[in-house]
């Protein structure tokens, strides 16, 4: 198995291997280690390689996401399942931000912490501002707490640019209704869909939330026009989910906005600033929330989360918000930080 002293080549070797690694660690991450560098170990190349934004190269996550690569592929603990054609598990997903792409990984037998059925399901969106989906440190590091925690966890793999609002949610939306129909096979509640999204993933999980039934039916009619027996099944399946927790999210799109995320999801579309604010417009029915947020976040201001929060309670919404000094944006699990700890506090509120 992989760790901080196999080489940035040994990583890469495999193709099999590259491609989730690719899938789960953004291009411009893996693209800032030299040729030169690839021999040396990822211990080495953390310490040699500062990356843009000052902190030291993120060689845990690329050695995570390879070893969490290698037990997708040997297929003895996590399965993976297409949204748009769930016909059979341990499906590869393509590399090419189509239809094809877009996937929940899931652990093949529930942690043994948590055996027994009718469990909570979490979907687990990353982040990513709608050109990416940071698959390892906001979606697998959180699934393995979740399974041990009580919780049946998967991760979604959802297309981002070009493919504009509503698309990434049609794909949030087709794995609600996935687990729904195959509740008892996948050992949940059908009643407990608990959706958990990062940064953009979290904006992801926040419009769905707010404009389910219309995306639902969007997306029957698609179905019903591609794939009338995917549409069948689904037809009478609700994709409104129960619960979410939003994590230093994506809310607002007119102020104090992260513009490249509306720019990805929208296409530029600026008719759709004030729809995809979701602040502006949750009401009554928006599901219990659980959000957090750090008040030195440069990239997604806390602005973002506190509106979210005032407006739930506003419109009488059960939810709940913590609120750190430090930790700035996209840090995950937030180890080391005054944010540390955060998803066990998400976990006692889901409870």
């Known amino acids: 198995m992989f760790s901080m002293n196999s080489t940035y080549r040994s990583i890469t070797s495999d193709p099999d291997i590259y491609l989730y690694v690719r899938m789960f660690?953004?291009?411009?991450?893996?693209?800032?280690?030299?040729?030169?560098?690839?021999?040396?170990?990822?211990?080495?190349?953390?310490?040699?390689?500062?990356?843009?934004?000052?902190?030291?190269?993120?060689s845990e996550q690329v050695v995570y996401a390879a070893v969490c690569a290698a037990e997708i592929k040997e297929g003895n603990k996590w399965s993976t399942v297409s949204v748009w054609n769930p016909v059979r598990e341990d499906f590869?997903?393509?590399?090419?931000?189509?239809?094809?792409?877009?996937?929940?990984?899931?652990?093949?037998?529930?942690?043994?912490?948590?055996?027994?059925?009718?469990?909570?399901?979490?979907i687990i969106c990353p982040g990513g501002a709608y050109e990416k989906v940071a698959m390892s440190h906001e979606g697998f590091t959180y699934a393995e707490i979740l399974e041990n925690a009580g919780f049946r966890s998967f991760v979604l793999n959802y297309r981002t640019v070009p493919n504009y609002y509503p698309e990434p949610q049609k794909d949030l939306l087709l794995a609600i209704k996935y687990l729904r129909l195959n509740s008892e096979k996948l050992g949940i509640d059908p009643e407990k869909i608990i959706l958990v999204g990062s940064s953009a993933g979290g904006h992801l999980v926040a419009s769905e939330a707010l404009y389910s039934e219309d995306i639902n039916a969007a997306l029957l009619k698609e179905l019903a026009a591609s794939n009338p027996v995917l549409y069948e099944k689904y037809a009478d399946i609700s994709s409104a989910p129960d619960m979410l927790g939003l994590c230093y999210p994506v809310i607002s799109f007119v102020s104090e906005q992260h513009e490249g995320s509306f720019i990805n999801l929208s296409g530029g579309d600026e008719s759709l600033r004030d729809k995809l604010s979701v602040d502006l417009?949750?009401?009554?029915?928006?599901?219990?929330?659980f959000i957090w947020r750090c008040d030195d976040d440069e990239l997604v201001p806390a602005s973002n989360s506190d509106r979210m929060y005032e407006a739930l309670k506003k419109a009488g919404v059960e939810a709940k918000i913590c609120r750190y000094p430090s930790g700035g944006h996209g840090i995950g699990l937030a180890d080391g930080t005054s944010a540390e700890g955060w998803i066990h506090k998400m976990i006692e509120f889901f409870r």
């Open 25 to 58: 660690i953004p291009p411009d991450i893996l693209n800032a280690i030299p040729p030169e560098m690839y021999d040396c170990s990822m211990q080495e190349i953390k310490d040699s390689i500062t990356l843009p934004w000052g902190v030291p190269y993120i």
């Open 92 to 122: 590869v997903p393509a590399a090419d931000n189509s239809k094809n792409c877009a996937c929940i990984f899931f652990r093949k037998e529930p942690a043994a912490e948590c055996s027994g059925s009718k469990r909570p399901a979490v």
């Open 281 to 289: 417009n949750a009401d009554s029915s928006y599901p219990r929330t």
